[in-house]
């Protein structure tokens, strides 16, 4: 079983739309669960962290963990022709090289038509 | 402030030739990784550094070597291109005590 499985879409929606990204992972041992969005031929940027269970809000962007279920989401509201780009999440345990270990899912693309 | 620069941002190598991939980060940031992303794959950890001087390997290190002479500048090493290195090649910094990883625009390369 991989550590972090996520689905790679792609995923189109209309404008507007309420937009729901999954990852589930396999070593409970994740502590940071991060966002990164990418857009075509650019490096990711962070887009939300989180550390452990509960809810992050940040504008549109709400991102959700349930480490009981090791299920992490990442929900996009008012989605906008501007949000289309691959959705990457990413986790790390402080045990196991922190941060400099990232393991990331495979990506989900988006695009959000007009 | 350019945060992390990368060069060059493409190249087409022959097997066996040897290459360096030039990262540079303005940001002051302590620590840097260098990644490949790979359709289907993801991004995969090759090499990161925690400061000047260490280095230690990531998920897939093998072919590649790095050296942290300063803060700024973290090259990657190609020794003998393969084709199984044809990828897009990221290089991440961060500061000490945060989680946020600041990516660079990518190299991509092509062993033929």
């Known amino acids: 079983q991989k550590e972090v499985e996520q689905d790679p879409g792609p995923l189109s929606v209309p404008e507007g739309a309420i937009v729901s990204l999954n990852c589930t992972y396999s070593?409970?041992?994740?502590?940071?669960f991060m966002w990164y969005r990418q857009y075509s031929r650019k490096g990711p940027e962070l887009l939300m962290y989180t550390y452990s269970s509960g809810n992050k809000e940040d504008g549109r962007f709400t991102a959700q963990v349930d480490k009981s279920s090791k299920y992490i989401s990442l929900f996009i509201r008012d989605s906008q022709p501007s949000d289309s780009a691959t959705y990457l999440c990413?986790?790390?345990?402080?045990?196991?090289?922190?941060?400099?270990?990232?393991?990331f899912g495979k990506g989900t693309k988006l695009t959000v038509n007009p | 402030n350019a945060g992390v620069t990368q060069t060059p941002k493409f190249q087409v190598l022959k097997t066996g030739q040897s290459m360096t991939l030039q990262c540079a980060q303005d940001m002051n940031h302590e620590y840097m990784s260098w990644y490949r992303q790979d359709p289907g794959m993801g991004l995969r950890l090759i090499h990161y550094s925690v400061g000047a001087g260490i280095t230690d390997q990531g998920e897939v290190p093998n072919g590649y070597n790095v050296s942290r002479s300063t803060t700024e500048d973290f090259p990657l090493r190609l020794l003998s291109a393969a084709p199984s290195q044809t990828s897009v090649y990221f290089c991440?910094?961060?500061?000490?005590?945060?989680?946020?990883?600041?990516f660079g625009p990518g190299t991509r390369l092509t062993v033929t």
């Open positions: 070593n409970s041992a994740f502590q940071y």
């Open positions: 991440a910094s961060r500061r000490a005590g945060s989680d946020a990883q600041y």
């Open positions: 990413a986790m790390s345990s402080p045990y196991q090289g922190g941060s400099e270990k990232l393991v």
